[in-house]
C-alpha cells in the first residue's frame, strides 16, 4: 500500500516567532536544519516520492537540500496551509499515487512509527489525521467531534467560539494529514479564507469532507508532544533536547559507553560503534565516524571526522575535518583543521595545529607546533615551536618532512622546502633550502657573548 502514497511537506513559512531571517524549517537542532529531520523520519516509507512546498527564503531552502529540489514547488506568495495544497496539488496527483500524506515541515520530533501509524488508515478513510492532547493546546487548531465523538471539524484556535462549537476537550490538529486524491481533489476549490489570518486553511478540508458524506478519522496519539510544530525559540531549544537525549540513549542502548550522558551532544548523522567510549562534555556534529575502540576526552569539539580504533582524543580538543588513525593520540588542547591526517600511532601534543598536513605512521609532535601544508613520514620528530611558513602573502606551499626525521626546536620551515630522510635541523634554525637525506642543517646567527660588566677606571 505505501507505493500508492506520495508524501507532501510544506515548508513555505517564514517563520515571524523565530525572529530570524532564516526559513523556519532552516532553524537548527544539533547543527543540522529541521526540515532534514522530517525527511529523516518520511524516507524509510516513501523513498522519493517525497515533494515540499517551500516560500519564503526558497533559494535558501533550496540550497540546503540541492539533491531535493527537482521535487520542490514553489509558494510564491504564502496565504496559508490549504493555498499550498492548491499549489502543490497538480505535482502530488500527478505522481501517480493514490494519498498523499501532508505534514509540516516544522515537526523535526516526528518519528517513522508515527507516520506508519497514519497511513495504516490507507484504504479505511477518505481524510485521516493525527491528533494529540498536549499538556497546553497553545494555538494549535482544536478538533471538533459530535455527540458520538465522530469528526466534525478542526477549528483554529483564534477562530474557535465556544458557543458554536462547544466546550474546548483538549484535542488539538497535529498537522499531519492522509488524503485520497480523488476524493479531496474536488473539496481544494472550496476552501475560503473567511478566517481573522484572511488565510486559507488545510484544516478546512475536514469539515468539508464531513458535509459531502466522505469517511474522515482523527487518529489520536495522545498526549505525544513529538507531533507538535515548533513555533519559538523556545519551544526549538526543547526540541534539540529531545532530540539529543533520544540520540544518547539510542548509541548506549547499542553499546557505546559515554560517561555523564546529560552532557553529551550527538548530531543526527553521526556513526558511532558499539565499544567506542565518549566522556562528557563532548560535541559530536556532522557525519563523523567513531570506531569500536576509540576514546574521546571531555570537553571536546568534533565536526565531519573520523577516528580509528584505538586512538584517543585527550580532553579540551577541536577537531574538524581530520581523520585519526589507529592508536593516535591527539591532545590535550590540539587543533586539528580540515584536512589533518594523523597514520597509525602518530601523536599531536598540546598546543599543536595542523590543516591540510599528514603526519605519518609513529611519527610525533608533541608540543606548541603549527603543520600546515606539510606531510611529514613515518616515525619523523617535530620539536617544540616548530612552524610550517606556508603562506607568502599571495600563495602556499607545501612541507615534506622525509622519514625519520628530527626538526629541533623553534625551527621554521619556509615552504616550499623538503627535508631529507633521517635528516637533522638544528634548534632554532629558520630552513629555506632542501636538505638532503641523513643530512644536518643549522640556519642561525652566530652566539656572541658581551661583557655587561663596566670597566673600572
Same mark, same amino acid.
Given at each position: 500500500?505505501t507505493?500508492?502514497?506520495?508524501a507532501?511537506?510544506?515548508a513555505?513559512?517564514?517563520?515571524t516567532r523565530?525572529?530570524s ?8 537542532l544539533?547543527g543540522?536544519p ?8 518520511l524516507e ?9 512546498v517551500v ?17 520542490f ?20 496527483a500527478?505522481s501517480g ?11 523535526p520530533?516526528?518519528t ?5 501509524k ?13 491528533s ?6 497553545a494555538a494549535?487548531g482544536?478538533?471538533?467531534?459530535d455527540k458520538d ?5 478542526i ?13 474546548v476537550?483538549?484535542?488539538v490538529?497535529?498537522g499531519?494529514?492522509l ?17 481573522k ?9 475536514v469539515g ?13 496519539c495522545?498526549a505525544?508532544?513529538?507531533?507538535m510544530?515548533?513555533?519559538?525559540p523556545?519551544?526549538?531549544?526543547s ?12 548509541f ?9 550522558p ?5 548530531g543526527?548523522?553521526v556513526?558511532i ?14 557525519r &563523523? #565516524?567513531v570506531?569500536a =575502540? ?5 570537553y @571536546? %569539539?568534533i565536526? !565531519?571526522?573520523?577516528?580509528? +580504533? *584505538? ?21 590535550p ?5 580540515p584536512?589533518?591526517?594523523?597514520r ?5 601534543g ?6 591540510? &598536513? #599528514?603526519?605519518?605512521? =609513529?611519527?610525533?609532535a608533541?608540543?606548541? @607546533? %603549527?603543520?600546515? !601544508?606539510?606531510e611529514?613520514? +613515518? *616515525?619523523?620528530?617535530v ?12 600563495n602556499k ?15 621554521a ?10 635528516a637533522?635541523?638544528a ?8 636538505i638532503p637525506?641523513e ?8 652566539q656572541?657573548?658581551l661583557n655587561?660588566k663596566?670597566?673600572?677606571?
Amino acid at each position: 500500500m505505501t507505493n500508492t502514497i506520495s508524501a507532501l511537506i510544506l515548508a513555505a513559512g517564514k517563520g515571524t516567532r523565530m525572529y530570524s531571517s532564516r526559513p523556519k524549517v532552516l532553524q537548527t537542532l544539533l547543527g543540522e536544519p529541521m526540515l532534514l529531520y522530517v525527511y529523516k523520519a518520511l524516507e524509510p516509507v516513501f523513498g522519493e516520492r517525497i515533494h515540499t512546498v517551500v516560500g519564503f527564503g526558497a533559494d535558501q531552502v533550496e540550497a540546503a537540500f540541492p539533491q531535493r529540489r527537482d521535487n520542490f514547488v514553489v509558494q510564491a506568495e504564502q496565504l496559508g496551509t490549504g493555498h499550498a495544497l492548491q499549489v502543490a496539488w497538480d505535482k502530488v496527483a500527478g505522481s501517480g499515487a493514490e494519498y498523499c500524506m501532508v505534514i509540516n515541515g516544522d515537526t523535526p520530533l516526528v518519528t517513522t512509527e508515527a507516520v506508519e501509524k497514519l497511513i495504516s488508515r490507507a484504504g479505511r478513510a477518505d481524510l485521516a489525521f493525527m491528533s494529540i492532547n498536549p499538556p497546553d493546546p497553545a494555538a494549535f487548531g482544536r478538533v471538533v467531534r459530535d455527540k458520538d465523538s465522530l469528526v466534525k471539524a478542526i477549528v483554529e484556535a483564534k477562530d474557535y467560539d465556544l458557543s458554536v462549537h462547544g466546550p474546548v476537550t483538549g484535542e488539538v490538529n497535529a498537522g499531519i494529514y492522509l488524503l485520497r486524491l480523488d476524493a479531496v481533489g474536488p473539496l481544494l476549490d472550496g476552501l475560503r479564507a473567511e478566517n481573522k489570518s484572511g488565510e486559507y486553511y488545510i484544516t478546512d478540508l475536514v469539515g468539508l469532507a464531513v458535509e459531502r458524506g466522505l469517511k474522515v478519522e482523527g487518529v489520536s496519539c495522545g498526549a505525544d508532544v513529538n507531533l507538535m510544530g515548533i513555533n519559538s525559540p523556545r519551544e526549538l531549544i526543547s526540541a534539540e533536547q529531545t532530540l539529543r537525549r533520544r540520540i544518547v540513549d539510542d548509541f548506549i542502548d547499542r553499546g557505546v559507553m559515554i560517561h555523564n550522558p546529560d552532557t553529551v551532544i550527538i548530531g543526527p548523522d553521526v556513526s558511532i560503534e558499539p565499544g567506542a567510549e565518549i566522556f562528557g562534555h563532548v560535541e559530536i556534529y556532522g557525519r &563523523s #565516524e567513531v570506531k569500536a =575502540g576509540a576514546l574521546l576526552g571531555s570537553y @571536546t %569539539y568534533i565536526i !565531519d571526522s573520523t577516528f580509528a +580504533p *584505538g586512538c584517543e582524543v585527550r580532553q579540551f580538543c577541536h577537531v574538524e575535518g581530520a581523520e585519526v588513525g589507529p592508536d593516535c593520540q591527539v591532545g590535550p588542547y590540539a587543533r586539528l583543521r580540515p584536512g589533518a591526517v594523523l597514520r597509525e600511532r602518530s601523536r599531536v601534543g598540546n598546543f599543536v595545529e595542523m590543516k591540510k &598536513s #599528514e603526519l605519518g605512521a =609513529g611519527s610525533k609532535a608533541s608540543h606548541l @607546533t %603549527y603543520l600546515g !601544508d606539510a606531510e611529514v613520514g +613515518p *616515525g619523523a620528530n617535530v620539536g617544540a615551536g616548530t612552524i610550517t611558513c606556508n603562506y607568502d602573502g599571495k600563495n602556499k606551499f607545501r612541507t615534506i618532512i622525509g622519514e625519520g626525521a628530527f626538526i629541533g626546536s623553534n625551527t621554521a620551515l619556509v615552504a616550499p622546502v623538503t627535508v631529507g630522510r633521517d635528516a637533522l635541523v638544528a634548534a632554532g634554525s629558520t630552513i629555506t633550502k632542501d636538505i638532503p637525506d641523513e643530512w644536518t642543517a643549522i640556519a642561525r646567527g652566530k652566539q656572541t657573548n658581551l661583557n655587561r660588566k663596566m670597566k673600572k677606571s
